[in-house]
């Protein structure tokens, strides 16, 4: 297989970056995942990222990720072998050598968590993921819509507890994680969706982690030029500034595993007089300007410190920052029936259709 | 291996009987587990009981049970499929064929249920259980007592979920299946603590199956015989008649897959004047009379209807029953202090020391 990219320890700091942009406020902090994948590539050597399509159809590949409620994962630091546990346990129960490592979910710190077991394997990393982004709950996955089975999936604690699960629907294997999860202290690590490589060429979002890589190096270097890395970033992701202001209020909560709630802004600059509030389940799902919606999942909303760049999850919103709100678009496969069903608004409660935002 | 008896279809009506007296209030409705039982045997043919000691040192024995809120658990009928699954699939994870059944708890539900294994495998099933009652909660085994661990275990509902834990403790174990248990829809089917003959010797609470036999054809044989069912019960369990009297209060609630609340009697007979009160936990747990505890966990207490001898569960209390309460001693492993760790009344949060009833 043809490598697309190696990827040092180093380039995990760009990584980090552009899977918290990709995360769209939640996914976890990629704080805590950069760290174990920079360990894990000191030791083991680099990542090398390949193009999905380089896959021989009969590989067999193999998502890993983080579970949990953010808040949760980036106080409960995870040991480096959990994951490998996870990933494994699930080739034993297969029976057969796993050939590749898949992201589970772009955005986040599972944007950085599949770094550390293909390292310490020495396999290769797809470049792309089964979101394009981040998403609350584990059938969230392209992979879903393209009848992948998210079992048999080992899912791992920080104590040592393991369990395989082997469900009827990616739907019932999300309640029993999830349940698990919740049980095991907030957190868990797992291995899930193993697919063939004729499957996966279906189903992954492409290139997504090249993309992280790319908007992470485009903040650092825009920084170092002194230019406007928002507008920069803004460019990269073919997004649009939906807002632009400072944080005046923030509703948040932890309930059965998830940070909910929302976040309201005073416009500036342009906006003064405008209003703005973001709702997010983990990650934001709605904005909504002087009162209407303007935005949803599954296209990304995500936020950027005005001055810096830098972007700003849930978990770290506070009165005062001065924000800028981008939306970009989805992978088109969400746009379809199927996945309107399993990530659109009325899926998280909200009582509004889907509306494609006129990017620009 | 000797055949100590066998079990046939009809004997599963004393079986269960026997095991609703085992069950102390609770282990869920014999009557599901007696069907499903029935139908096995009558399907693959009659059960072979044999003891303990004819097991080989280097045999595998594996006891299956139900696990749930015994108010679902009656209303939400198992296929006769899980259990042989639950097994099966654990039979896959061990790589080795299991020799012998056991009975996981010989009280409730759980005294018919490895009927239905055993006669479906065609293995014979061992005398004994690992309670010699029921308890809630799955790390309350004897065989906790002498270091077996309740993983492998494999977990199986009825919608044809599965899974498969290895955790780090037994106490662990009873949070994660719980958890599962509880998102299953509160019942669940599972295969656990996979020991070996030399282990099973000594952990095994023997001859529970056959008192659960001899329980019931007592009953039945007083009946016909016109004689009084409630002393030949006494007798045959070495018990005391703790109270007499009728149901003038139930307290009841399914709090995290639990039945829990108390019952209150006013005394008829010789107890007339006097006050009773029971409180369980799925099991009845604590007998006070006239405000003073006299019996407690891991000591057993049953109720028995006055006239009919009929052993009467938690759920089924109603006001105006006329009852009779019996205490029986507990199998002398609960009386260490690791038991009483285990199941004493202060492990179920009962501030009070566990003191063994004066069985007259």
Redesign the interface.
């Known amino acids: 297989m043809k490598t697309l990219r190696t990827i040092h320890a180093e380039d995990l700091e760009d990584i980090a970056i552009g899977g918290a942009i990709l995360g769209t406020g939640g996914g976890g902090d990629p704080y805590v995942g950069k760290l174990m994948a920079q360990e894990a590539i000191r030791k083991h050597g680099p990542v090398k990222l390949i193009d999905v399509e380089e896959l021989p159809d009969d590989a067999l590949v193999v998502p890993v990720c983080m579970m949990g409620a953010p808040t949760v994962m980036t106080e409960k630091l995870p040991q480096g072998d959990e994951l490998m546990n996870a990933f494994r346990q699930l080739e034993k129960v297969l029976g057969r050598k796993i050939d590749a490592v898949l992201c589970g979910e772009a955005g986040g710190i599972n944007s950085t968590t599949p770094f550390v077991v293909a390292a310490a394997c020495g396999l290769p990393l797809v470049d792309g993921d089964g979101m394009g982004r981040a998403y609350p709950e584990l059938q969230m996955e392209t992979f879903t819509l393209h009848g992948v089975s998210a079992t048999p999936m080992v899912l791992c604690d920080d ?10 629907s990616n739907g ?1 294997t999300e ?2 994680a ?3 999860t ?3 202290g907030g957190s868990a690590l797992l291995a899930f969706y193993p697919m063939s490589g004729e499957v996966a060429k279906k189903a992954v979002v492409r290139g997504t982690l090249s993309l992280c890589v790319n908007l992470g190096r485009t903040l650092r270097e825009t920084r170092t030029a002194h230019a406007d890395p928002v507008a920069a970033i803004t460019k990269l992701l073919g997004a649009s500034v939906i807002f632009s202001g400072r944080v005046t209020d923030v509703d948040r909560r932890t309930i059965g595993g998830f940070a909910r709630g929302s976040a309201r802004f005073d416009g500036l600059d342009e906006w003064k007089g405008h209003s703005f509030k973001l709702d997010f389940q983990n990650e934001f799902l709605m904005a909504e300007r002087d009162g209407r919606i303007i935005c949803t999942t599954p296209d990304l909303i995500t936020l950027l410190e005005a001055e810096t760049g830098a972007p700003v999850t849930a978990d770290s919103l506070r009165y005062g920052l001065r924000l800028v709100a981008l939306a970009f678009p989805c992978n088109p496969q969400w746009q379809t029936p199927a996945g309107i069903a399993l990530v659109g608004p009325r899926y998280f409660g909200y009582d509004t259709d889907y509306r494609p935002y006129a990017f620009t």
Chains 1, 2 share one sequence.
């Open positions: 104590k040592g507890n393991s369990l395989v699960l082997e469900t009827v019932w309640r029993l999830r349940a698990a919740v049980e095991m």
